[in-house]
């Protein structure tokens, strides 16, 4: 009868210490995968739409959309006058409605990545 407390004893510490060391691993692989990806994801991002952008000759810019249009990066200029000479693209899925805090991050980094390329596409297309 001590043998088989002794055995079950043995098996729930080996279950339990399993068990833990498996969630552990898991939230370590996790947290350094997702703060890794963002970053790499960005400068992507504005690269590829610069290099297309060169590589067609569209240089209009992007605007986020919603109760007026906003050009990130160039909000002290003129909407209507560069909409006449470079033209406007809308990113998808920045209206003014945010439901939740994802679409408030999604509405941030789409702020942040038109800001960055609309400094670049705004001087090529005021060279063209």
Do not use: W
């Not at 552990?24 to 790499?40: G, L, Q, R, W």
């Not at 409605?97 to 596409?121: G, T």
């Amino acid at each position: 009868m001590k043998t088989s407390k002794f055995a079950l004893l043995l098996t729930t510490i080996t279950f339990f210490g399993l068990a833990m060391s498996a969630c552990n691993n898991e939230a370590i692989t996790s947290k350094t995968t997702v703060k890794e990806e963002p970053i790499a994801h960005k400068l992507n991002r504005v690269e590829q739409a610069l290099s297309d952008a060169i590589t067609t000759k569209d240089f209009r810019l992007y605007g986020l959309s919603g109760r007026r249009i906003v050009l990130p990066g160039l909000e002290n200029k003129n909407v209507e006058e560069i909409k006449k000479r470079c033209g406007i693209r809308l990113l998808s899925g920045t209206g003014d409605v945010l439901k939740n805090s994802q679409d408030r991050e999604n509405r941030r980094l789409n702020y942040q990545f038109a800001v960055k390329i609309n400094e670049k596409l705004y001087a090529l297309c005021l060279k063209k």
